[in-house]
C-alpha cells in the first residue's frame, strides 16, 4: 500500500528567512483573530518546513488528516491571508497526486494531475495551464519539460518520484514537497488559539463598499444613490448616467458597471433584480479596452471572494475590485460623455438597441424598459448611429477573416458581410420611417422630452443634485 499525505506550498518570493516568515505568517494569523499558544489551548495546529535558497515554504497540519477538504480551504484561506500564491499537494496511494494551486485571492488558479490516475479522474485529463505553472519556473527550466514530467509521471512506481523531479522545476524544495515532519532546525511547530471576539460594531459590506469606493469615485463626480442596492451614480451633460453597483451572495462580491441615458423609457434602480443585461462585470469593459485581440488573455475580474463579517476580508475584496475598476471602468466612462459617445459604447459593448420610435408603443410594448433604441432621435443626426454600427460590425468582420480567431468559419465571411450590410439598411429604414414623417417625429421628441423630465425627477429622489 502506497502514502496518503497532503501538505502546502506557500510561495516565498522574497525568500523572506524563516524568523521573518514566522513573524509575518503570526501578524497574519492575528488579523483573523488567532494568537499563539501553548498546546494545551490550541485550536489551530500547524508545521512549518522551511529550506535554504527556495522560494516556497512548506506547510501542513494535523487537522489535514481528516479529509482533504480541511486542507483545501485553508490553501485559499492563507493565500489569501498572505497575498500570495499557495499549492496544495496531495498524494494518493502513491499512485497519483494533485497540485491544486490557489492565486493571491485565495481563488483556485489551476489543478496539475500526475502519475496513474485514471482510476480516479478517468481518462481525458487535461494538462496544466502553462500561464498558471510558467511564472514559478526555475532558471534552468521549461515548460516543455514539465509537461514532459507529467506525461511520463504515469511509469514511475511510486508518483513521489515524479513529484521530487518536478518540484526542482518550479523551485520547490524535491524533499519538503512529500513533507515529513522531522524535527530539526528547518522545522517549526506553531500552535494557535482564538483571541476572545473585541465588542466592535459589525462593519457590513455595504457600508464597507460605501467607504472604500467613495473615497475613489466620490472625487470623480459619483455620489452614494440612496437607493435600496448599494451603488454609485454620475450625471454627466444632463443625458447620460454612469454607474457602478454592489453585487453579493455572501461569499463573494461583483461589481457591476453600466451606462444609461434619460431617454429609456423607465429608470427604477431599486428593482431587487437590478443585474440585467445593461450591467456587466468588469471583465466586459477590459474587452472593449482590447477589442478584437485574439492573442490577449482575458483575466477574471467577475468575481471576488471574501469571508462575511471579516473585516479584512471584505476590505481586501472591495480594494481587488476597486483597483480592476479604475483600470478598465472609469477610463471607459470617462470616454462616453455626450450621445454619440453613448451610441458608440452601445455598439462596442453590444448592448443591443432597437432603433424605433419611442411612440411606437406597438414595437415598444414588446421591448425592456431599459432599451435605449429611442434615444437616436435625440442625436442631432439619428442616422449615425446606424453608420457606427455597420461601420464596426464590418471591421470585426475583416478582423476575423484576416486572424481566424478560434470558432470562425471563414467560407462564410461574405454571408458575414452581407449580413451587416442587410441590419444597416433594415436600421436605416427604420430611423427614415420616422424622420420623414413630420408629426411622428415631432411625437417622438415629445415623449422623449417627457422621460427625461421624468428620469430626472427620478434621479434627485436618488440623491443626485440636477
Known amino acids: 500500500m502506497g502514502n496518503f499525505f497532503t501538505s502546502t506550498q506557500i510561495y516565498n518570493e522574497g525568500m523572506v528567512k524563516s524568523k521573518k516568515f514566522i513573524d509575518m505568517f503570526c501578524k497574519a494569523m492575528k488579523k483573523e483573530g488567532y494568537v499563539t499558544c501553548e498546546g494545551d489551548e490550541s485550536e489551530k495546529s500547524y508545521i512549518l518546513r522551511f529550506a535554504d535558497n527556495c522560494k516556497w515554504v512548506t506547510i501542513t497540519s494535523e487537522d489535514y488528516e481528516q479529509g482533504n477538504q480541511t486542507a483545501h480551504s485553508d490553501t485559499g484561506r492563507i493565500a489569501q491571508m498572505l497575498g500570495t500564491t499557495c499549492v496544495n499537494t496531495t498524494v494518493i496511494d502513491s499512485d497519483c497526486a494533485v497540485m491544486e494551486m490557489y492565486n493571491e485571492k485565495g481563488v483556485k488558479a489551476d489543478t496539475l494531475i500526475m502519475g496513474r490516475a485514471d482510476d480516479y479522474f478517468g481518462e481525458n485529463i487535461p494538462l496544466p495551464a502553462e ?209 454619440n459617445s453613448f451610441v458608440n459604447y452601445q455598439i462596442i459593448i453590444h448592448n443591443q438597441m432597437h432603433y424605433h420610435s419611442a411612440c411606437d408603443k406597438k414595437t415598444y410594448e414588446r421591448l425592456l424598459e431599459c432599451d435605449e433604441g429611442a434615444m437616436v432621435f435625440a442625436l442631432d443626426d439619428p442616422l449615425s448611429a446606424p453608420e457606427f454600427e455597420k461601420k464596426y460590425n464590418l471591421e470585426c468582420i475583416e478582423y476575423s477573416h484576416e486572424h481566424k480567431p478560434s470558432g470562425y468559419v471563414d467560407d462564410r465571411y461574405e454571408e458575414y458581410v452581407t449580413g451587416a450590410n442587410e441590419r444597416y439598411n433594415q436600421n436605416v429604414e427604420i430611423i427614415s420611417n420616422v424622420m420623414n414623417n413630420p408629426d411622428f417625429y415631432k411625437q417622438t421628441k415629445q415623449e422623449l422630452a417627457r422621460r427625461k423630465a421624468e428620469n430626472l425627477k427620478t434621479l434627485k429622489t436618488y440623491g443626485v443634485n440636477i
Not at 162 to 184: P, T
Not at 258 to 271: E, M, P, S
Not at 284 to 311: D, G, L, R
Request: with cysteine; proline share 3%.
Open 131 to 339: 500561464n498558471a505553472w510558467k511564472p514559478f519556473l526555475a532558471d534552468n527550466s521549461s515548460w516543455k519539460k514539465l509537461c514532459d514530467i507529467v506525461k511520463e509521471s504515469e511509469n514511475y512506481t511510486f508518483v513521489e518520484e515524479g513529484l521530487s523531479e518536478l518540484a526542482a522545476l518550479i523551485g520547490m524544495d524535491e524533499n519538503n514537497i512529500s513533507f515529513s515532519a522531522e524535527e530539526d532546525e528547518q522545522t517549526v511547530f506553531l500552535k494557535f488559539k482564538k483571541v476572545a471576539a473585541k465588542k466592535e460594531k459589525k462593519l457590513t459590506l455595504k457600508a464597507a463598499f460605501k467607504q472604500v469606493y467613495g473615497e475613489a469615485l466620490e472625487p470623480l463626480g459619483f455620489i452614494y444613490a440612496k437607493t435600496k442596492k448599494p451603488c454609485f451614480l454620475r450625471l454627466v451633460n444632463d443625458d447620460i448616467v454612469h454607474v457602478v453597483y454592489l453585487s453579493d451572495n455572501s461569499e463573494t462580491l461583483s461589481i457591476k458597471s453600466g451606462i444609461f441615458t434619460l431617454y429609456r423609457l423607465k429608470i427604477n434602480l431599486n428593482d431587487h433584480e437590478m443585474d440585467n443585461w445593461w450591467l456587466h462585470n468588469t471583465n466586459k469593459f477590459f474587452c472593449v479596452a482590447h477589442p478584437n485581440n485574439i492573442e490577449i488573455e482575458y483575466p477574471n475580474y467577475n468575481f471576488y471572494p471574501y469571508t462575511k463579517n471579516n473585516s479584512l476580508s471584505i476590505y481586501y475584496a472591495l480594494k481587488e475590485s476597486l483597483k480592476e475598476i479604475k483600470n478598465w471602468v472609469i477610463p471607459v466612462m470617462d470616454k462616453v460623455d455626450n450621445l
